[in-house]
């Protein structure tokens, strides 16, 4: 098959999508650092998809068809209570790939994943990604390493969760966001932050209003920007430096 710049694609989870040579390919950290040797294999399976805001890639328990990388998109993983409350595990941007569970062995999980900000992944067939993965190569590596980072986010959240206070958790949020966005704008409610965070929603409307007085964002209308990046870094816990400082250091060069 030849580039993918040189096709459409449409697919059941969202509209046609062109992608234009491998710019697109390239905002995802993982497929950006792969070989060509690697690419050429993986490319026929290759698939552009456009994420909606609150889409459900996997349920709990269900055993995925594709593996997901964001490029411009961003997706929560999170553990849902049998009361319906909810509580973000770890994001899932441009560095990673969302459905570890299919090669770590464990084929399913306990946990959902949705997208935390609409934009544009590529997907990839299972049996591909597991075939290429057995053979050892450059993208086993990357794998394993991306998982030791997404590991350390997500022992980090619930350290975060624990200690820190309700607009600490916000300060980290934004940040981590911000790390996988293309723009400084989020389109997110206060309702879904709150379901991210597991706090309450008033907490989090408190929090925001502490943020958007000190001028660190802007938020009306389901929609937050951030204004002042170093401010929200004065601000923030320890556990976002440590997070991004693990990040930087396992994630390939860019």
Same mark, same amino acid.
């Given at each position: ?62 055993? =995925? $068809? +594709?593996?997901?990388? %964001?490029?411009?998109?961003? #997706? ?6 049998? @009361? ?91 940040? =981590? $966001? +911000?790390?996988?966005? %293309?723009?400084?704008?989020? #389109? ?6 709150? @379901? ?59």
């Amino acid at each position: 098959m030849a580039g993918l710049g040189r096709k459409q694609h449409t697919n059941g989870d969202g509209k046609v999508i062109p992608i234009k040579g491998f710019g697109d390919l390239n905002r995802n950290y993982l497929l950006a650092a792969l070989p060509e040797s690697v690419l050429g294999r993986l490319r026929p399976a290759l698939e552009p998809v456009e994420l909606a805001l609150g889409q459900v890639i996997y349920e709990p328990d269900e055993t =995925l $068809s +594709h593996v997901y990388f %964001p490029t411009t998109a961003i #997706v929560s993983l999170l553990y849902t209570m049998q @009361n319906g409350s909810s509580a973000e595990m770890g994001v899932v941007g441009c560095d990673g790939v969302v459905g570890i569970a299919v090669f770590m062995g464990g084929d399913t999980t306990p946990n959902r994943a949705v997208v935390q900000s609409a934009g544009s992944a590529v997907r990839l067939e299972l049996e591909v990604f597991r075939e290429e993965f057995e053979r050892i190569s450059e993208l086993h590596r990357l794998l394993l390493l991306y998982t030791q980072a997404l590991l350390t986010q997500m022992s980090q959240t619930a350290v975060c969760n624990r200690l820190h206070s309700v607009e600490q958790q916000l300060c980290r949020w934004l940040l =981590l $966001s +911000h790390d996988r966005l %293309p723009s400084n704008e989020l #389109v997110m409610t206060q309702e879904l932050i709150a @379901n991210m965070l597991g706090v309450r929603r008033e907490g989090v409307s408190v929090a925001a209003n502490q943020l958007q007085k000190a001028g660190l964002i802007s938020y009306q209308r389901g929609r937050i920007i951030i204004v002042d990046r170093l401010g929200l870094e004065r601000a923030v816990c320890e556990c976002y430096q440590v997070v991004k400082t693990e990040c930087d250091r396992l994630s390939p060069p860019r």
